[in-house]
């Protein structure tokens, strides 16, 4: 199998296998690690290799991509492709009684969750 990648526009690479299309990679920055450049994912098959080294060739920045860790079929893509997990991150649950110190009456909560409208506005 020849698994190719091609830049097919500024943030887009094409992906194809034996001249099949299996779908697209995007490339993106985040804000807070902008030394390294993201990807995410569009493919109909992760059970290929892809060259990524030329998307960092064409990039000229160390890659990272960040997945829910159930993506299952991503993550061992990603491991079989050379990628490590560096960091492991959580998405809590939590109210009130989760405190260790009591939360002074007077106060209110705004309860939301990360689908929330105000979500984006407290992220901020």
């Known amino acids: 199998m020849t698994t190719k990648i091609e830049k097919i526009s500024p943030k887009i690479y094409k992906v194809t296998d034996n001249d099949k299309h299996l779908g697209t990679i995007s490339t993106y920055h985040n804000l807070f690690h902008n030394k390294y450049i993201y990807l ?6 992760y059970s290929v290799n892809i060259p990524f080294s030329k998307i960092v060739q064409a990039e000229h920045q160390a890659l990272q991509v960040m ?3 159930n993506e299952n079929p991503i993550v061992d893509f990603l491991l079989r492709n050379g990628f490590i997990c560096k960091r492991h991150c959580y998405t809590l649950t939590v109210n009130k009684k989760d405190l260790k110190i009591e939360i002074n009456n ?9 689908e929330s409208p105000d979500y984006e506005t407290v992220k901020s």
């Open 106 to 114: 007077k106060l209110s909560l705004h309860f939301f969750n990360t």
């Open 40 to 45: 995410k994912f569009n493919l109909s098959d």
């Open 67 to 69: 997945i829910d860790s």
